[in-house]
């Protein structure tokens, strides 16, 4: 996995009894060469999620690819696309192609973000047959209930509710984004519903988290990922994305 990748496939992994190696980024994105070069004889699987939690970070279907090629043929490859209904970039592909073309790849979604039902724990995957065999024998007996399968179907059904989301998400991102540069922050680009904004130092991410908190605002601080001058601020309403803007154009006011 990539280092600042999302971290419960460390501790899935650990949990497992597997030994966990942590590929270097350029510029918060996914080194594919890096991650190639940890790949030994004893590697069994690759994580990468793409888009990247909490770095919105996106890698190109044609990297993916290159990747993928790279890896020996008994290596799975799995592919978190967890944000993919929010990239509307024509270089990306969730893993599809990857599945379809019979590669030993896993492609997993989730009704978590796009469809907000991360509350009754709803998600899928695309796989190989024999890969998708291996996941129905080991799975618990009825691992997704009545109450979450309705709630996806009923989601699934709402016309035009992704592109209306992505449309939003896509405007509100730029706009928030636009904002707190304005302010003199550094925020990373990002293809998620959230934007990681760099406050330089821990000690003043930590501050500023604490600055937001008391205006009845809640970020992520991202500390466990090894980035703890980061704040990672998700896209919500425009009137709550102009209440974060202005509590961090207040706080570097107030504390440069």
Known sequence: MSAHGFLIYEIAAKLAGMVVRKA??????????????QVTPATRMVFLA???NPTGSLVPAAVVRRLRDALPGDVLLVLDAA?????DRADYDPGIELVD?????????????MFG???????????PEAVVDVLNRT??????SSLAAAAGIAALTEAGWVEKCRSHNRQARATLREKLVRAGLTVHPS????????????ARATLADEHLRQRGIIVRNVAAYDLPQCLRVTIGTDEQ???VAAALTAFVALHG
């Open 24 to 37: 270097t980024e350029r510029n918060l994105t996914a080194d594919i060469d890096a991650m190639l070069a």
């Open 50 to 52: 793409n888009p990247n």
């Open 83 to 87: 944000y993919a209904e929010y990239v």
């Open 101 to 113: 073309a019979g590669h030993n790849t896993v492609m997993t979604r989730t009704f978590s973000k």
């Open 117 to 127: 039902l991360g509350g009754v724990r709803l998600g899928w995957a695309y796989a």
């Open 139 to 144: 799975r618990m007996p009825f691992n997704v």
């Open 191 to 202: 293809d998620a519903n959230f934007v990681l904004v760099d406050l330089a130092t821990a």
């Open 241 to 243: 994305c102009d209440a």
